[in-house]
């Protein structure tokens, strides 16, 4: 599809009240012919995302390549999406299909609407629910279609079972594209379990199974709906896993115009606030037949988890910042990650980011310094005491002086050691880069005059004396010159200098063993 | 296995939900000793081992310093805020209110100083860990693996421990403020006191200057790119050490 239609067919989508979009790409790789406006899945998915905002829920499905779709679930991540992962592990000929659905809360009447290639004509149709048989083809399903085309290749459905489900299903047709029934048995308590796709049941639902991709938010923004489409409600999602096929659409969009690739800040973030209430991630196990590594392994513990990858590191002023925005919006209980990640307008920071430090911000608060770093709350000493107890506060006093004194002394003793640890390593790089150029000089040296006898220059460099270094047997500690170490001593403090004179007074010695003991 | 014994100890004494987090320098040496005595066949993929674990051991540092990092920020902003709202409320009537919190204040703030320090051990340590491992890497093997990596190591976040520092001093800065209150001057600081103390935290603290002295010794392998020894007055730590081991807690 041209983007022209691409467009097109979205702003029809609109002013229908389409809410809900699946959008497919087809693989170039697998269709030679067909061409996109699009080079991928994220691709339609940005461009969909500024123009009509958050208007759309849209799933997007069917990657063939397990990598791609990492790699598109971490953007997704860091584009501070929420969605969930269903990933679907039915080794189907080796092919693994995931689904991926981004989920956005969709008002009550939802419909589909899946975008079509179609040589002719972009046809909005809303579907309620896909189907495919074995024959190859996809029919999505919808009893009220406007605008039929016969591309669309619908076929009769086929009313899937419990059975069928379970099974692998379809072969791998290596002609266009791969047609696999896709159906949910929903287990859970809210639903019945198997849905059969029939033309008349419309009320398809899936229950993905949620990965780490599936944001638990605060259940302050729980405003999801899915009727009858696709796109399963969230409450649905249970820690089991159903059943899962996948189904492929055939028909995918795009045509070739260049993709845009607009830097991930430009999509509105904050949408993971308004996530439905999502049960915690559930465990996927996904026999990877395509030998790829993904760690898939979510944590159960749904307030820890970070989906977003790119660590960010945080500072006193971006926490001043965060502070503000919190405190603008009513308190740190009060206040979303939405709204903070806002009104902060910093780059490069993502609803994830902002979340989770909300979530430790909160707990900083609530539990002032109960922090889970320290095994003893050694609370009693102190709740008993009466501060008017002198004698008791000041034996207190001591101890935390003493306390303060050693933990000072610690602190004093790490800097001095990284610093010295960073001018060694520093020393190390300049001899080595020395040595390589005395190196060079002799190679230059030898082939310039090679008929002579050996380089004189060659030894020199080897043997100078070197008292600052004691013996070693690291075998990459190449000898050096002594002068050479004077070069980077520039900025030594005084204990640094006392340091290496210490160095220098300490001769190799081969230490023994019984040594060490009695310096303790 | 001087190190591997040593930093076993530090990880035994450590908080206990760091002690995961620390270097698996055992695993290390076993894969170093692997590709050593491996048959060529199986050696270039005993050393991609290695060095994937290696990476994933940085990784896992790196991932868990930034949080900790993340932490004690908020942590130290909320310490003042505590502090400035006490101190305010020092002039009300409700003293005894304030003293109580006062102390919890006092105890607090010098314990998250604690934590803090030691997460910069837990830097430092994990960086000699990597640095012997590479250096018996090198030996084992006659790789050169050490100068790029290490280098690389010290570009690491987990190592470029500036922040942490900064927020040590200012919580020094806080605490000195902190215990400006007029105390008497009796000096009477018994073994109950040190019971008082929160007594891990001040045992991993003690516990990692003694494992930095002793690494600093010197060794068999003492080189170019070795450290010197602790200048540290030996009195200082003996009490120390003295006053955390036979205290009834």
Redesign the interface.
């Given at each position: 599809m041209s983007l022209a239609s691409t467009d097109h067919v979205l702003v029809i989508a609109c002013a229908v009240g389409i809410l809900n979009i699946l959008a497919l790409y087809e693989d170039p790789q697998k269709k030679p012919g067909c061409e996109n406006a699009f080079t991928s899945t994220i691709d339609l998915v940005r461009h969909i995302r500024p123009t009509h905002n958050d208007y759309f829920s849209i799933t997007v499905a069917s990657y063939p390549d397990f990598s791609v779709v990492v790699a598109e679930l971490r953007e997704f991540d860091s584009t501070g999406k929420s969605f969930s992962l269903s990933i679907i592990a039915i080794e189907i000929k080796n092919i693994i299909l995931p689904t991926i659905k981004e989920k956005y809360p969709a008002l009550p009447d939802s419909q589909q609407v899946s975008m079509e290639r179609g040589p002719r004509s972009e046809h909005v149709t809303s579907c309620h629910t896909p189907f495919v048989s074995n024959s190859g083809s996809i029919g999505p399903l919808f009893s009220s279609a406007p605008g039929f085309s016969s591309d669309l290749h619908f076929s009769s459905v086929a009313p899937l079972d419990r059975q069928m489900i379970t099974a692998p299903l379809v072969s791998q047709s290596s002609e266009s594209g791969m047609w696999f029934p896709l159906a949910q048995s929903h287990s859970g308590a809210s639903q019945t379990s198997v849905r059969k796709f029939t033309r008349e049941s419309p009320d398809v639902s899936w229950s993905p199974v949620s990965l780490q991709g599936v944001i638990d938010n605060d259940s302050a923004v729980s405003n999801q709906v899915q009727s009858n489409c696709i796109m399963v409600s969230d409450d649905k999602q249970d820690d089991i896993w159903s059943d899962l096929i996948v189904d492929e659409w055939k028909e995918l969009l795009n045509d070739p115009n260049s993709t845009d690739t607009q830097p991930k800040e430009a999509y509105s973030l904050g949408q993971a606030s308004n996530i439905s209430s999502h049960q915690p991630q559930t465990h996927l196990a996904i026999p990877s037949h395509s030998g790829e590594h993904y760690a898939v392994t979510s944590p159960t513990s749904a307030a820890n988890s970070s989906a977003a990858k790119p660590?960010?590191?945080?500072?006193?002023e971006l926490?001043?910042c965060f502070?503000e925005a919190v405190n603008q919006l009513g308190g740190s209980e009060k206040a979303t990650p939405k709204g903070v990640l806002k009104l902060m307008k910093v780059d490069g920071l993502t609803i994830y980011h902002v979340k989770s430090?909300l979530q430790?911000?909160r707990t900083?608060?609530y539990r002032?310094?109960s922090?889970?770093?320290?095994?003893?709350k050694?609370a009693s000493?102190?709740e008993g005491?009466?501060?008017?107890d002198?004698?008791t506060?000041?034996?207190?006093?001591?101890?935390?002086?003493?306390?303060?004194?050693?933990?000072?002394?610690?602190?004093e003793?790490?800097?001095i050691?990284?610093n010295?640890?960073?001018r060694?390593?520093e020393?190390?790089?300049y001899l080595?880069m020395m040595f390589e150029q005395q190196c060079k000089g002799n190679i230059d040296k030898l082939k310039a005059s090679s008929s002579q006898s050996p380089d004189p220059t060659n030894t020199q460099a080897t043997e100078t004396p070197t008292d600052?270094?004691?013996?070693?047997?690291?075998?990459?500690?190449s000898p050096?010159s002594a002068k050479a170490t004077e070069g980077p001593k520039q900025n030594k403090t005084r204990?640094e200098t006392?340091?290496?004179d210490?160095?220098d007074e300490?001769p190799?010695?081969?230490?023994i063993k019984g040594?060490?003991n009695d310096?303790? | 296995m001087k190190f591997g014994k040593r930093l076993k100890r530090q990880v035994e004494e450590t908080i206990p939900a760091w002690r995961d987090k620390f270097l698996s320098y055992k695993d290390l040496k076993k894969l170093v000793r692997l590709i050593s005595v491996a048959p060529s066949s199986a050696e270039s993929k005993a050393e991609a081992e290695f060095i994937y674990l290696l990476n994933s051991e940085i990784e896992k540092f790196n991932a868990f310093f930034m949080e900790q990092e993340e932490e004690f920020i908020i942590r130290l902003r909320e310490l003042k805020e505590r502090l400035r709202s006490v101190i305010t409320a020092a002039n009300e009537p409700p003293e005894a209110v304030y003293a109580a919190e006062m102390w919890r204040i006092r105890k607090d703030i010098v314990n998250f100083h604690g934590e803090m320090v030691l997460l910069e051990n837990y830097s430092s340590i994990n960086y000699t860990g990597l640095a012997k491992i590479l250096k018996k890497y090198d030996k084992r093997t006659g790789g050169l693996l050490r100068l790029p990596f290490i280098e690389k190591v010290l570009k690491q976040p987990f190592f470029t421990t500036d922040l942490i520092s900064k927020l040590v001093k200012e919580c020094e800065d806080t605490i000195e403020a902190v215990f400006q209150v007029p105390q008497e001057d009796a000096r009477s600081g018994g073994p109950e006191a040190v019971a008082a103390t929160e007594q891990s935290i001040f045992r991993n603290t003690v516990a990692a200057l003694a494992t930095m002295k002793e690494l600093r010794n010197g060794s068999s392998t003492y080189g170019q790119f070795s450290l010197p020894p602790m200048s540290l007055p030996d009195i200082d730590l003996a009490q120390a050490l003295q006053l955390t081991s036979p205290i009834p807690s």
């Open positions: 660590r960010m590191r945080w500072t006193p926490h001043e502070v430090h430790k911000y900083a608060r002032p310094d922090s889970e770093g320290t095994s003893e050694n000493p102190l005491v009466s501060s008017l002198l004698k506060g000041i034996e207190i006093t001591e101890a935390l002086r003493l306390q303060m004194e050693v933990q000072k002394r610690l602190h003793q790490l800097e050691q990284r010295l640890q960073l060694i390593e020393q190390g790089r080595q600052k270094k004691p013996q070693d047997d690291a075998g990459d500690d050096v204990t006392e340091a290496i210490i160095l300490h190799p010695l081969k230490r040594n060490e310096l303790q | -």
